[in-house]
């Protein structure tokens, strides 16, 4: 007898349905899978097999094929070890194939019958509700995961002889075995921050600079002896960064699941990601790839903060690899069997101190040479510069700021300055691609930043004195650009240029 079963797979940060294909016929007794499995998913015949005898189901002398299809895609994972059970119960005619008409099922089985959890399950229910799918059988700890997704029922199983039950029940039974789950109202609402920009004492061009960088998703570079709060502002910057829609909650949830980094307390991620990799970490780490491709560093930064702390320690060849994604949003992986593309698009906060003691030009304390500073410095490659949009000094701070009694500014005035300057972008940027200011190609600079005589004049005069980079030239436009929309300009300014340009120190 021949069963088909609706499961999914995990297709780069994305999803696709597979279908596990199941046929009962007479023969000599076996147990055959295809459909371009790998190791994990071929074990699945001793997992399955052991599963239903300890379900009470013992599978009888028959010549059982199982196929997973697509077959020109590779079946990575135990995911598939649940829908391949229930499709051999299909098959041997303990369960109806009707009992599972438009109905997605996913999960690990244990050798006891325990359906454990899977990763990926979101991006997978989402693809489900896209495709027409009614309802989602899924590991009972990955349920709230699935139940983010709205309009599709998730049913919750802990094992498979609640999975064999809950399929057997008439659908009055089956509301009343399991119903559908629902998310937790504290898994929707934002988290809130225990860091504030007020605890900062001093540093009031960088924080400035931090303001701008925030409101117009620009990278920033702070340059400052140890101690002087490079990474204080940096840990406060997701504080006063725009919340998080929820579309783009659930395409930074999506990454996550993927990853396994979710759980029933955080199925759906309201805050925007902080990511503070070692300066040891390698390529693979930070890129992301493996035997089986999973997302990097720079991915589950995405829409987030990546912060990249003795930017200058890192090695050479990890720092190049941030090229592509600075530009592009994006970063390709190439297998043999597979190409995956994740998502990257991440404000890169970095700091670094100006020598390898840190304490340059103060001749007091720094005993580094002119050669040994230069060589430091170099190890960050001019293209790397290059995609910086404001580079900042972060001086030593003086006790009298340490001590003084007034409190700072705090995150939350911050933020409302930072939001009003979103609203200006997202109103300008209406029916484009485009969010932020630091988004805008090099066709559109033009268009959306345009430019008076005097300050044509002026930008040039910076362009030829500072032998600037065309690259450059246009980060300069878009950060004055923000300037403006922060001072609740129209218009592009000589004095919000000549700001721009005071952010833009060279080392």
Known sequence: ????????????????????????????PSFEMVGQLSGEVKEAKERVRVSLKNAGMEIPPARLTVSISPADMRKEGASY????????????????????????????????????????????VQRAKEEGIKCCILPSANAGEGAIIEGIDIIGVNDLKQTIDYLSENSCGRAQMIKPAKAAPEQLDADEYDVDFSEISGQENVKRAAEIAAAGFHHMLMIGPPGSGKTMIAKRIPTILPSLTREEGLEVSSIYSVAGLLDDKRALIRTRPFLNPHHTISEQ?????????????????????????????????TLEILRQPLEDKKIHIARTYASYTYPSDFMLVAAMNPCP?????????????????????????????????????????????????????????????????????????????????????????????????????????IFNVMNLSARVYHKLIKVARTIADLDGSGKITTDHISEAVSYRITI
Do not use: W
Not at 4 to 12: E, F, L, N, Q, S
Not at 87 to 112: A, F, M, P, R, Y
Not at 372 to 378: E, I, L, N, P
Not at 429 to 452: H, M, Q, S
């Open 1 to 28: 007898m021949y069963s088909r079963v609706i499961t999914g797979t995990i297709y780069g940060i994305g999803s696709r349905l597979a279908y596990v294909e199941t046929d009962c016929s007479k023969g000599m």
């Open 81 to 124: 070890d649940l829908p391949i059970a229930i499709g051999i119960l299909i098959s041997l005619g303990h369960l109806d194939e009707q009992q599972v008409k438009d109905t997605l099922i996913i999960g690990e089985l244990g050798l006891n019958g325990e359906v454990k959890a899977v990763k990926g399950v979101l991006p997978i």
């Open 285 to 317: 780490a930070l890129a992301g790839g493996g035997r089986i491709p999973k997302p990097g560093l720079i991915s589950l930064a995405h829409r987030g903060v990546l912060f990249m702390d003795e930017l200058p320690e890192f090695k050479k060849n």
């Open 357 to 461: 003691c840190g304490y340059f030009p103060d001749r007091n304390r720094c005993k580094c040479s002119y050669t040994d500073v230069k060589r430091y410095v170099s190890k960050i490659s001019g293209p790397i510069m290059d995609r910086i949009d404001l580079t900042v000094e972060a001086p030593k701070v003086e006790i009298k700021q340490l001590s003084a009694a007034k409190k700072t500014e705090s995150s939350k005035s911050i933020k409302a300055r930072v939001e009003k300057a979103r609203v200006r972008q997202l109103e300008r940027y209406e029916g484009t691609r485009y969010r932020f200011n630091a988004e805008l190609g090099v066709e559109d600079i033009k268009k959306y930043c345009p430019l008076g005589a005097k300050e044509q004049e002026l930008i040039e005069q």
